[in-house]
């Protein structure tokens, strides 16, 4: 039996198609744990997120990024897997590494089917340089039609993994993230949701369910797929949900560690830092800090960002990326060590890395 981090190895691979996190370097109080060649290394670049991944892909054998794309239009790959369908119903090991690799190619296909959807434009708020309108709504409908194809393929793909529970698993994450984003885009689309008074606790409720749910359930998926009882599939759960947790608040740090950032930047208002901001100021205050960042109607957004950096926001996000992180780095202890294990918390550490 394949052990639980190497089958978890295959299932982060799809947060770079969030776009790679850049940091500034940390190094963690490790104690004891072995993290190989990746101790006290800072991660500023890209290059550093991208460099934990591949290692993490030499482990399980094979290339990340969009396979399953790929493998939509390959003779040979379709050839491939019709032939390893015969094994269902026999106990040969290689069934059980194949319905693994499916799996994580379906969990690659529905978070990049919802950037695909995500990808569309709202046609009310287009300027004049931002193109023809037709060719807007042309796009849209690519966008549209290409998401729902994703996730057609993805749907197609659970099924043929004849396991229920992981069917349910994987069903019940795309409804969190239907939730998810269904809100988010309820919440942007009010004229006053710059004043929204949303705590820490309800921004972790609904980061869960848009951006950790997926990756939490498809680690729990994994290990149903591998015969692992209920409490490890609970611990990689634990693991999927803290890393995803992790890597959402390293991203909405960017716009306010970036060494160099541009006075055009723009941020979510509803991102970590703002929301740890505005909870530790007040909402009267965060209300007059909005009005005296507005200049001729329009948010001056470099303006808020350099307030929003002297207060404790920002640092408070670092501390619960770090949190977020460590529990993450809990979870993984319930396993034995390996090379694998290894690999799974230099990706931990390559989003909760800063100066």
Request: aromatic fraction near 6%; hydrophobic fraction near 40%; glycine fraction near 6%.
């Amino acid at each position: 039996m394949m052990s639980p981090p190497q089958v978890l190895l295959r299932l982060p691979r799809y947060l770079r198609a969030s776009g790679p996190p850049r940091r500034r370097g940390w190094s963690p109080s490790l104690g004891s744990i072995s993290v190989g060649s990746w101790r006290g290394q800072s991660s500023k670049s890209p290059a550093y997120w991208n460099q934990v991944v591949s290692e993490a892909e030499k482990i399980v054998g094979y290339p990340t990024s969009f396979m399953s794309l790929r493998s939509l239009l390959s003779d040979e790959l379709s050839n491939i897997a019709m032939q390893v369908r015969k094994l269902v119903g026999t106990q040969h090991p290689l069934l059980t590494t194949a319905s693994q690799r499916s799996l994580a190619e379906i969990t690659e296909l529905i978070h990049t089917a919802l950037l695909v959807h995500r990808a569309i434009v709202n046609l009310k708020e287009l300027q004049s340089s931002d193109g023809p309108l037709k060719d807007m709504h042309f796009g849209n409908k690519i966008a549209i039609l290409s998401g729902d194809f994703l996730l057609a393929n993805a749907c197609n793909g659970l099924a043929l993994l004849q396991n229920t529970k992981v069917v349910e698993l994987l069903a019940s994450a795309l409804k969190d993230l239907v939730q998810g984003v269904y809100h988010e885009n309820s919440t942007s689309a009010k004229e006053n949701y710059i004043t929204n008074d949303i705590g820490i606790s309800t921004w972790k409720e609904q980061t869960f369910l848009s951006h950790g749910a997926l990756l939490a359930k498809s680690c729990q998926a994994a290990m149903e797929l591998a015969n692992h009882d209920a409490e490890v599939q609970d611990m990689a759960f634990q693991y999927g949900k803290h890393m995803a947790m992790s890597h959402k608040i390293n991203s909405d740090l960017q716009p306010f560690i970036k060494e160099k950032t541009g006075d055009s930047v723009t941020f979510n208002l509803n991102s970590a830092p703002v929301v740890l901001h505005q909870e530790t100021l007040g909402r009267d205050l965060w209300i007059r800090q909005i009005g005296e960042a507005q200049e001729k109607g329009r948010l001056d957004y470099a303006k808020l960002r350099e307030t929003i950096k002297a207060g404790k926001g920002v640092t408070s996000a670092i501390d619960l990326c770090r949190y977020h992180g460590n529990k993450a780095l809990e979870a993984l202890e319930s396993f034995p060590p390996s090379e694998a294990r290894s690999a799974l918390k230099n990706i931990v550490f390559a989003v909760t890395r800063f100066s």
